[in-house]
């Protein structure tokens, strides 16, 4: 086996190789990270902001040869367990408060310190999860830099930037040696394992809670979720009842028995005395200290990481155990060692901090065979990198035997008591979204090329294609079908309407992406690098004036995502009510386009001039309704732009070939309606959308839901369907707002209140 | 809490049995789904007060109640309703009975006071040394140098701690004015120094901050003060309000009172219901309700009564 150096020399030697493998770790964590840009992006579209990139990984990893690692190891492991005896005692008995080894008014004075947790009833364990950042000195010892104790950070990142690495991995060491690489794939099973035993219940439920999309780690856990195959739930799924805690879910109150906690101690409960966000669940605190619910890491543990009282730690720790910690604190003025890496095209040297992480469960301490190394800065305290450079960490020569996986026993997510409430809602809107603007590119795609293809029929008939068309297009990105025709000459009109399409596009993206965002463990682990060039097409698009092939992007984008959507998502209830979302609006779209087509629109009535004999005042008005082209007008069927109209509303409905197999005459109004209203072997049809929604509320056993929507079914049943949309609109408008009503009835975010004295 | 500037009785008092009455009503605008409260309500035993009698009535009757103990020995009551309600509201009666205390030790030098309480161990360094650093109400860190000025106005050098503490609070009283106006619940400290002016729990605030400055152990305490009609007026039912003052740490004397709002050493006229280490560990009544967000009206009616000696206790 070669060491580490000789790897590492070998590697940095081919620059082209580093530059290569920079790249793809570029593009790797950009593509992994749609849901960082969603919420770095969401208030600010149309500015150009670029992609925010929270780190770059170094394609040189950190080596560390296996007899390093062993003592790295088992330093983890003391120290763990020391700490877990310290976090006993600094909320229980207090004994290194009464021996002085910790100041007890610098402990109360501690915003970390959680005056509630004294005296409870402590945890079954109070660090299930433990890292530690440690850094090597420049004479080869190590030194620890700090305690991650509260909601250690990591885990899901060291995942992600192992998958970079494995590439890099298999060039450097040659597929005979990969073996030599500690594989760190068996970590989450090992958390898994310690997190499902933490209580005594026989099939438990375990949520990892999260504080949102709003929490910079969300792309963590989002992606920890998935691999521990455990629901990530926010504050507003779950509610403390009789002294236990419930989630939310489409199902009714379901018992939670172990909450793998992402949020930190402070904001847990906002009805604790020093809470400052409400974030967290009223009454949690109370409800875990009578034992309704486990908390892991338990509540107070991220005391440790106090930095005003890390240093009396190691004093009460060996007065507690009678061990000192093997390891010693980094101390000022202590010389950094440094390893190489490859930053801004260059090799050079750099410090590096190395968290490592560690699992307590029932067969005792498992300490990851890898780790998270972060790039120091000249100046950084190594508390604080501020170079947003990460490295792998591998652990060469181990031979390790291979990691335990243990078997998961997981609730499944295809049941309705196990879909949180919120997740449901996320995804009705994600589906209705994705299908909105679906609907909305198709429509100005096909119009904005006939505009282009056939310039004259702009222009031809006074005007009224154009008029028509720009009347299609406010209908169909308003999401209403009362809306006003548009005034003017008809061929601004008509562009005016192409670009506030487009920007309505943008604006749907928008919203798929940031519901998306919250729903990531429902959605396919390729999702999210379709999000994230979804991401870039509601960048080009949103102001207003992207070109034709933009839109074919989005198409394109909106298409994989669907088609995601459909094969790599397991058809439960959080599928079904996606899928209601995207039936929904495809009635709606629909039965919008054909009426927006086909209805007889009066003309705009303007306000008349305020003062008649001002020129200007009657230019105003004259401008307003188009008459510089003409009288004015109604939208009016005639029979070219009749002709027209049909084909766009068959083409963006993606029904034109559909329709030209079966009729060999010209388009013609009443099998149009046929083919998108009634027929049922059309999948973009309302008859067909209405069979989708049969099946999902049956699926979902919601009989009321069933009599909406045959009754919805039945609108258009009989001759003349046409005279009939208008309300079959008003009617799918009700399905989705009893949806709404039915299903996701949230509470608004908790309000603190408080008396004052006087 | 209405400064009090009646005459101070000085003839000796016998026990005195009061009872406290305090009302707090949250009204929304819409429905709230969901309430969670926490209230420190119930007044706590002291070495010089018997409580006889408490009790929270709570409008509408609520869905969950709970009382517990916390880590400084006061009552906490756990409130939760959990369907939809336009108002809450907390009575709480309560029937005490205070021993007047009677301060004669001066202690010693507050710099020796200081040292000791750096010293203590055991059982004492949890009962004491809590109350000598910051709080989130109290942070010394930001204001340290302009609190310890403060503060050395009255603990000169060598100064007695009690003389000292009794000097804090004569001197808070005279250089800051009490405007309810001018601060609301989560005023800071800094706002405090420097408008100089306050209402009673940011003047115990203030000699809590002044006092913790010096290295000594100062307690914030919620309660209540009996208070005298302006002269010529009949006494108004309801028209007190809930009161806070501070508590000084003395090596063999225990904790001591002192009242900065109304330059005093509270005896008789001071009811207890908790202590912590500022408002935020003590707060009469705070919660969190889930609802639309919509305005909320707040009402506090306090009523200290002060019972005939030989007038039955309710039972």
């Known amino acids: 086996m070669r060491s580490a150096g000789e790897l590492l020399d070998r590697f940095l030697d081919d620059r082209l190789a580093l530059q290569r493998r920079q790249q793809e770790a570029d593009r790797v964590i950009a593509a992994s990270l749609a849901g960082h840009l969603v919420h770095d992006l969401r208030t600010s579209v149309g500015r150009d902001v670029s992609p925010n990139r929270p780190w770059r990984l170094d394609p040189v990893p950190v080596v560390i040869e296996h007899g390093v690692f062993a003592f790295l190891a088992d330093m983890v492991r003391q120290r763990l367990l020391a700490m877990e005896v310290l976090l006993a005692d600094l909320y229980g008995p207090r004994v290194a408060v009464r021996e002085g080894w910790v100041p007890a008014e610098a402990l109360s004075s501690s915003d970390h310190y959680r005056l509630a947790a004294i005296g409870a009833p402590p945890p079954p364990r109070w660090l299930t999860s433990y890292a530690v950042d440690v850094i090597a000195l420049a004479d080869g010892s190590w030194r620890v830099v700090q305690d991650q104790s509260d909601t250690p950070t990591g885990i899901g990142y060291a995942l992600l930037d192992r998958s970079v690495m494995a590439r890099v991995a298999a060039e450097l060491l040659g597929p005979e040696a990969a073996s030599d690489l500690a594989s760190i794939s068996g970590f989450p099973a090992e958390l898994r394992h310690a997190l499902t035993t933490l209580t005594a219940a026989s099939s438990p439920r375990v949520v990892l809670f999260s504080g949102g999309v709003e929490d910079a780690a969300y792309v963590e856990h989002s992606s920890l979720a998935r691999v521990l195959g455990f629901n990530l739930v926010e504050g507003p799924d779950l509610v403390v009842r009789r002294g236990r805690l419930w989630l939310r879910t489409l199902g009714g109150l379901d018992p939670i028995d172990v909450v793998y906690r992402r949020l930190s101690d402070a904001v847990l409960d906002p009805i604790e005395a020093s809470a400052s966000s409400t974030a967290g669940v009223p009454g949690l605190v109370l409800a875990t200290g009578e034992g309704g619910v486990v908390l892991a890491n338990g509540h107070g543990s991220g005391v440790l990481e106090d930095p005003t009282l890390a240093p009396f730690w190691a004093t009460a720790v060996e007065g507690l155990t009678g061990t000192a910690l093997t390891l010693r604190d980094l101390r000022p003025g202590e010389v950094l060692g440094t390893v190489p890496g490859f930053r801004d095209g260059h090799v050079a040297d750099a410090s590096a901090v190395i968290r490592l992480h560690a699992v307590a469960g029932p067969d005792g301490v498992t300490v990851m065979a890898g780790g998270n190394g972060r790039v120091l800065n000249a100046a950084d305290h190594p508390r604080r990198p501020t170079a947003r450079v990460a490295k792998d960490v591998w652990v060469l020569g181990a031979h390790a035997a291979a990691p335990v996986i243990v078997a998961p026993s997981l609730p499944q997510v295809d049941l309705v008591s196990s879909v949180p409430t919120r997740a449901a809602d996320a995804l009705f809107w994600v589906g209705r979204a994705a299908e909105r603007a679906e609907a909305i590119a198709k429509t100005a795609r096909v119009i904005a090329s006939r505009r282009q293809q056939d310039p004259s029929l702009a222009t031809s008939d006074g005007g009224r294609w154009a008029r028509r068309m720009a009347y299609v297009l406010r209908v169909v990105r308003g999401e209403s079908l009362d809306v006003d025709p548009p005034a003017g000459r008809p061929i601004l009109a008509l562009d005016h309407e192409l670009a506030e399409a487009t920007r309505a596009v943008a604006d749907r993206l928008n919203a798929l992406l940031a519901d998306g965002a919250t729903v990531g463990e429902y959605l396919s682990v390729t999702t999210s690098r379709v999000f994230s060039k979804l991401a870039q097409s509601r960048d080009a698009l949103s102001d207003g004036r992207a070109p034709i092939d933009v839109l074919d992007d989005t198409i394109a984008d909106l298409a994989a995502f669907v088609g995601l959507w459909n094969e790599s998502t397991v058809h439960g209830p959080a599928w079904r009510f996606g899928d209601m979302g995207r039936r929904v609006e495809r009635s709606l779209v629909v039965l919008g386009l054909v009426d927006s087509c086909v209805r007889r629109v009066e003309a705009p009535r303007p306000e008349p001039p305020s003062d008649p004999t001002d020129p200007a005042e009657r230019a105003r008005v004259a401008a307003a309704v188009g008459m510089t082209t003409g009288p004015i007008e109604a939208i009016e069927p005639t029979e070219i732009v009749d002709q027209s109209a049909l084909e766009v509303l068959l083409a963006a409905n993606e029904s034109l070939v559909a329709y030209r197999r079966r009729h060999r005459s010209d388009v013609e109004l009443a099998p149009t309606g046929e083919l998108l209203l009634q027929d049922a072997d059309n999948p973009r049809s309302y008859a067909a959308s209405m069979q989708r929604l049969a099946e999902h509320v049956d699926a979902v056993e919601w009989s009321h839901g069933r009599r909406a929507v045959a009754t919805m079914a039945a609108a258009l049943d009989g001759p003349d369907p046409l005279d009939r949309v208008a309300k079959a609109y008003d009617g799918v408008e009700a399905f989705a707002q009893l949806v709404i009503d039915t299903w996701f009835a949230t509470p608004v975010n908790p309000m603190i209140v408080r008396g004052r004295l006087r | ?315």
């Open chain 2, 1 to 315: 809490m209405i400064r009090n500037d009646g005459p101070v009785v000085r003839r000796p008092v016998e026990a005195i049995h009061y009872r406290v009455s305090h009302r707090t009503t949250y009204r929304y605008a819409q429905p709230m789904t969901d309430g969670y409260t926490l209230a420190y309500l119930l007044p706590r035993p002291t070495a010089l007060q018997v409580v006889e009698r408490a009790e929270v009535e709570v409008s509408p009757e609520p869905d969950e109640r709970a009382e517990h103990i916390d880590v400084f020995g006061n009552r906490m009551l756990q409130i939760g309703v959990h369907r939809a309600h336009t108002r809450l509201e907390l009575h709480a009666t309560s029937d005490v009975v205070v021993e007047p205390g009677v301060v004669t030790a001066r202690g010693e030098p507050w710099e020796i006071v200081a040292m000791r309480i750096g010293e203590l161990r055991g059982g004492d360094a949890l009962a004491v040394r809590p109350f000598a650093g910051s709080s989130p109400y109290v942070p010394l860190g930001d204001h340290f140098a302009a609190l310890r000025g403060l503060a050395e106005q009255a603990f000169g050098p060598h100064r007695p701690v009690v003389d000292g503490a009794r000097d804090l609070c004569h001197l808070i009283h005279e250089t800051f004015e009490y405007d309810p106006a001018f601060t609301e619940v989560s005023t800071p400290l800094s706002v405090v120094l420097d408008g100089r002016r306050g209402v009673c729990q940011d003047f115990a605030h203030l000699a809590t901050a002044c006092l913790r400055s010096l290295g000594l152990a100062a307690r914030y305490v919620s309660g209540y003060i009996e208070t005298d009609p302006p002269p010529g007026h009949e006494r108004v039912i309801g028209a007190d309000a809930s009161h806070a003052w501070c508590s000084v740490w003395v090596p063999q004397q225990g904790w001591i009172d002192f009242d900065p709002t109304n330059d005093r050493l509270p005896t008789h006229r001071h009811v207890t219901v908790a202590w912590g280490r500022d408002y935020g560990d003590v707060t009469p009544v705070r919660g969190v309700v889930i609802g639309p967000a919509v305005e909320q009206a707040l009402s506090v009616e306090v009523d200290v009564q002060r019972l005939p000696a030989d007038a039955p206790t309710i039972t």
